[in-house]
Structures are given as C-alpha cells and as structure tokens.
C-alpha cells in the first residue's frame, strides 16, 4: 500500500470515528490530506469504497498480531488470557478501532458488513472459536464465541459508567481489572458448560 493511501486511510478512520460516515465528505477526508477531491478519487472511486477501505485497514491492521500471539502456545487455557488481555487492552487504547467497531456492528450496511465479516473478522473469530471447542468440546462454538467478544465488548462499554453507580468503584474502568474479570467469568461459564454436556 503507498503511502498517500496509507495516510488517507488514516485520515478517514480520524474522521469516520469521531463523526460518523454520514458526516464526513469526500471533501473533508481530502481536506485532512491536505490533497485536491480528484486526487482523493484517483484512491479511491467513491465513498463506499473509501469507507470499506477504511474499516478493512483499520480492523486488519490491529488484529494482525493476533496470529502471533496465539503461535506461541497451544494451551486453550493460556490463549484465552492472552485474547481477553488483548482485546481490552485494544478496546481501551485504541479509540478509532473501538469507535469504528462499534459503528459497523450498531448501524453498519448490511453488504459491507457481510463483505468485511468474509474478508476481515471471520479469521480472528475462528482462532477465538477454535479456543472455545478446544476448552470446552461440544458446546455450539460460534454462539459461545459470539458470547466471549460479546462480555469483553460490553465491560468496556459499561467501564464509563460502573464507577459512578452505587456499587460502582473507580477500579471498574481498569482494563486490567475488566479483563481479569471477564476471564474468571468465562472461565467458570466454559467449565459449567462444558460439565453439563
């Protein structure tokens, strides 16, 4: 990828993330650029492919390093931490990931989604699958996977307001402390799972 694309893309996810797709014009994304609308559609033909190259180089790119991590063990138990661990850190430290997340699965285009769900999370979400049948054999995989990256999504959501309710405490927005959480919670979920079968 060269890199005028590279920082257009770049450019692109600041503004979708923070405004929306709707909000943002060709001639914003070009402006942030600082390049000319007819350069900006030499890249890119028009805004639906500017914003599915976005979204395709935004996810790809922070979940590459997951295939690394999971290549350094094979013990269902270690890659589980290792993806709860990972998937805070990056929910939390990663703004424009999480934002752009976030949009697509709240009110994304359904063709896009299908296309990026074929092209971009179907691998992340297999080896995440492959940790659930592993650590608990005969459950319905994807649903239970679904549930996993479903608990991590939400804790990091809920992390802005637990420590302002009643029972709440200022540790509950501690991405270490969500994902120590989450893990003893699917921990215990996929052994009770698992035992019932």
């Known amino acids: 990828m060269t890199d005028t694309r590279t920082a257009i893309l770049d450019a692109a996810a600041r503004l979708y993330a923070a405004d929306g797709y709707s909000a943002v014009s060709m001639r914003d994304v070009a402006g942030e650029v600082s390049m000319t609308q007819a350069n900006l559609y030499y890249h890119f033909r028009d805004k639906a492919q500017l914003v599915e190259d976005t979204l395709a180089h935004v996810l790809v790119t922070r979940m590459s390093p997951l295939d690394d991590l999971f290549k350094t063990t094979s013990s269902p138990e270690y890659q589980l931490r290792v993806f709860v661990e990972w998937f805070v850190t990056l ?49 319905r995989s994807a649903l239970t996977t679904a549930s ?47 035992d019932a079968l």
Not at 107 to 127: I, N, Q, T, W, Y
Not at 167 to 186: C, E, R
């Open 91 to 139: 929910l939390f430290n990663d703004l424009i990931f999480t934002q752009l997340m976030l949009r697509e699965l709240i009110d994304g285009d359904m063709e896009r989604v299908a296309r990026l769900s074929r092209v971009v999370f179907d691998k992340p979400f297999s080896l995440i699958d492959g940790i659930v049948s592993a650590y608990s054999p005969g459950l």
């Open 148 to 194: 996993v990256i479903a608990l991590i999504i939400g804790h990091v959501q809920m992390a802005r307001i637990l420590p302002y309710l009643s029972s709440g405490h200022a540790d509950h927005a501690d991405p270490k402390i969500i994902a120590a959480h989450v893990l003893s919670t699917l921990r215990r979920a996929l052994k009770d799972q698992s």
